[in-house]
């Protein structure tokens, strides 16, 4: 059993250049945190800055989150050293604003089409986590997609403090360094990372919206970017001018402030909400009457080919033909789909649940006899996508009215590993694969 300081490693996150990210167990409580450790792996870095600095920059990083106390920004729950190596231990998130658009280590390919409500809902609370952060004068440097987290409540928090700065110094300036990931950072990054200010987080916010708007990251090799409506009709003039300005090349030429990027996207959005009426459908295949994907009904390992192939999904892992509806209300908590003969709880748990408490409200409804039965189970991924409706530009949400509308995942019963198992997005309708400690909403089937 590997120990850091007094937590118990279960897996590794993620590295980067300076540190290490995994997942532990905090003592006592057996919580899942993420556990972040001083581990630099490129020697000429330490060559260049040497040790004790890259200790100090480290330590900045948690100095700066310390201070920040926001909903839509990572709080620190313990910082302490192993040995030599200070580590700072976080909040743990097993959803990530990358993973729900699809965005690959190449992050040129396409991405998935996310509805303008549910950009506009990730994107303005992200603005509000900058307006705090600037407003302490700190400038975060590395807005991407997968600093961004998405909770089990689904709010976005921002994360990954390591490049920040202080507005007027630059105390974690490494000789050499880039700052910024190379589709998202400024312009100004590149070129004078010392003298980037807020604007340059805003910039990579839009760039972020363009890709939710488009699936595709904007073109940076010439003279001009083609305006989100040229990929998406449903969008309107007051879209491509908002995002347009927010990826100005010039930082003179954006936003002044992230108040002020939020208060025209929260108008643009209201404006385009009220004028649009078309309810432009991603997807429009659909299947008669019947099933016309595969309904099984015992759970298994089912690895990630076989989840493409058998499923009938594509390259993003949506469904590629949805079945049409058939329900009939029971209650208000459960409805039969006519088309499998499943009753379904429409209400669920109520809250989110890891993989293993979700196998325990089972048996805690088999045991109270729920509607009479006892035979209640968690769905498998075939039966979780009999239940999925095409989102919609207006309506982004797979499911039949009657379901809970607070629902982001659902767990199915099918597992891919040891430590994952899969789970369906009703947002976007898409299949993934998330760590059994992750946490998801339970719709059970009988």
């Not at 302490?80 to 190596?85: I, V, W, Y």
């Not at 303005?124 to 997609?145: F, S, T, V, Y």
């Not at 709010?155 to 110094?169: H, N, P, Q, T, V």
Request: neutral net charge; glycine residues 6%; hydrophobic residues 40%.
């Amino acid at each position: 059993m590997k120990m850091i300081g007094r937590y118990e490693v279960v897996g590794r996150l993620g590295r980067g250049g300076m540190s290490t990210v995994y997942k532990v167990k905090a003592p006592v409580t057996g919580r899942i945190v993420a556990l972040k450790v001083l581990a630099p792996r490129e020697e000429l870095l330490v060559e260049l800055t040497g040790p004790e600095r890259l200790r100090q920059i480290f330590i900045e990083e948690a100095r700066i989150m310390g201070a920040i106390s926001h909903p839509h920004v990572a709080k620190i729950i313990d910082c302490d050293e192993n040995g030599r190596a200070p580590f700072i231990v976080l909040e743990y998130f097993s959803h990530s604003l990358g993973g729900f658009i699809g965005e690959s280590y190449r992050a040129e390919q396409f991405s998935r089409l996310i509805s303008v409500a549910r950009t506009a809902f990730y994107i303005i609370q992200a603005l509000k986590g900058l307006e705090r952060l600037h407003l302490a004068g700190i400038i975060h440097r590395d807005i991407k997609p997968f600093n961004l987290m998405i909770t089990s409540d689904d709010r976005i928090i921002i994360i990954d403090f390591g490049l920040s700065r202080i507005r007027g110094e630059e105390r974690m300036r490494i000789p050499g360094l880039k700052v910024g990931s190379p589709f998202y950072a400024a312009p100004e990054q590149e070129t004078h990372p010392e003298k980037a200010d807020e604007r340059a987080d805003l910039y990579s916010l839009g760039v972020l919206a363009y890709r939710m708007l488009t699936g595709r990251l904007p073109d940076r090799t010439g003279d001009r970017t083609p305006p989100p409506s040229s990929y998406r009709p449903d969008l309107n003039r007051a879209w491509d001018e908002l995002i347009m300005k927010s990826m100005a090349k010039h930082p003179a030429h954006r936003f002044s402030s992230a108040m002020q990027m939020r208060r025209v996207f929260e108008d643009v959005h209201a404006d385009w909400e009220r004028e649009s009426t078309k309810g432009c459908i991603f997807i429009e295949e659909t299947c008669e009457r019947g099933a016309c994907l595969p309904v099984r009904r015992t759970q298994k390992r089912v690895l990630y080919r076989e989840a493409r192939e058998d499923l009938g999904l594509d390259e993003l892992m949506r469904p590629r033909k949805y079945q049409e509806q058939r329900p009939e209300i029971i209650d208000a908590h459960h409805i039969r789909d006519l088309n499998t003969d499943l009753i379904w709880q429409t209400r669920g748990s109520g809250y989110t649940l890891d993989w293993l408490q979700a196998e325990k409200y089972i048996a805690t409804l088999n045991r109270q006899k729920c509607l009479g039965r006892d035979t209640w189970r968690l769905p498998t991924l075939a039966e979780l996508l009999t239940i999925l409706q095409p989102p919609t530009v207006t309506r982004d949400f797979c499911l039949h009215p009657a379901f809970q509308k607070d629902i982001h995942w659902l767990w199915s019963s099918d597992w891919y590993t040891k430590k994952q198992a899969w789970m369906v997005d009703i947002i976007e309708c898409f299949v993934e694969r998330s760590d059994k400690d992750g946490e998801a909403s339970v719709c059970a089937v009988s």
